[in-house]
């Protein structure tokens, strides 16, 4: 998969992309109880960590389109 999409839309976009995966599977087995080790609920701290995440891939992603416009 990042093989196919790192030419589409970059190599820093699709690392983003598995760091917010990686953050955002944890914390919803956490929260979710699934395997059984015990739910952690999501407290504040760990939401603004996935906001900050989510918003650094939606800046990664826009921010050249942003600077283009910008430049025209």
């Known amino acids: 998969m ?3 999409l790192a030419p589409r839309i ?12 990686q953050v955002l599977a944890p914390g919803s087995i956490d929260h979710l ?13 760990r939401l603004i960590g996935i ?3 989510l918003a650094g891939v939606a800046f990664v992603q826009l ?4 600077v283009q416009e910008i430049q025209q």
């Open 2 to 4: 990042v093989i196919l």
């Open 10 to 21: 970059g190599i820093s976009a699709v690392i983003l992309f598995v760091v917010s995966a």
């Open 33 to 45: 109880d699934l395997f059984g080790a015990g739910a952690s609920r999501l407290g504040a701290g």
């Open 51 to 53: 906001a900050l995440v």
């Open 63 to 66: 921010a050249p389109h942003v």
